[in-house]
Structures are given as structure tokens and as C-alpha cells.
């Protein structure tokens, strides 16, 4: 079991950056395959970016492209998701997720998650 706690949501203006960041509880956190998640009202939760276990793999979606940037400290058990140039379609609540597989976008393949942190970006 991992426990994983994400922070750094809030209320944003167009144009405007967030960090978010999960802390997992397991030591053994370098085994996890880390990724973030999103679900806006009324819509299926949807791949955001992911980082392989080493980290030398990292993938986006392509909505998030350019403006998003996943990293992660093994040494700290933790994974951010820096996010410049918000725009309001990024409002959703975001969720940090591990992996036991080596590598996956897909929900299904995620174990554990966290508790989400809603990001609101206004126009």
C-alpha cells in the first residue's frame, strides 16, 4: 500500500502558474511508475502527464503540452506537476496516481491514488 497526498491547488487567473505536489508514504516509492490525473465536472478523468520510475520517461497529454512539466524526487518520495500558461479548461480536480506496471497513461493500470486538489483557472 502507498498513501499518496497532493497540495498546491487553488484559484488562478488565466495566464497564471501552480505547482502541485504528492507526497507518497511508501519508502519503496522508486518501484511506482508516477501519474497525474484530472476530472472536470461532468467529464471522465483524463491522463495529464506521467514519469517513468527512474524518471527518464515522461509523457503529456496533448492539451498540456509545452505548458505542463512532470518531475519527481525519489529520495523524497515525492512527484510535481509545475503548470504554466493555466487556462480556465484546465479547472478540474487533479490526482496524483502510482503504478506498479512500468509504464501506462491508462486509469485502470493505477493503484493507488490520492485525494485530489481542485484547480480552478478563471478568464
Known amino acids: 500500500q502507498v498513501q499518496l497526498v497532493e497540495s498546491g491547488g487553488g484559484l488562478v487567473q488565466a495566464g497564471a502558474s501552480l505547482r502541485l505536489s504528492c507526497a507518497a508514504s511508501r519508502r519503496t516509492f522508486a518501484v511506482y511508475t508516477m501519474g497525474w490525473f484530472r476530472q472536470a465536472p461532468g467529464k471522465e478523468r483524463e491522463f495529464v502527464a506521467g514519469v517513468s520510475r527512474g524518471g527518464s520517461r515522461r509523457d503529456y497529454a496533448d492539451s498540456v503540452k509545452g505548458r505542463f512539466t512532470i518531475s519527481r524526487d525519489n529520495a523524497k518520495n515525492t512527484v510535481d506537476l509545475q503548470m504554466n500558461t493555466l487556462k480556465p479548461e484546465d479547472t478540474a480536480v487533479y490526482y496524483c496516481?502510482?503504478?506498479?506496471?512500468?509504464?501506462?497513461?491508462?486509469?485502470?493500470?493505477?493503484?493507488?491514488w490520492g485525494q485530489g486538489t481542485q484547480v480552478t483557472v478563471s478568464s
Open positions: 496516481a502510482a503504478s506498479r506496471t512500468a509504464w501506462s497513461s491508462g486509469s485502470l493500470d493505477y493503484e493507488y
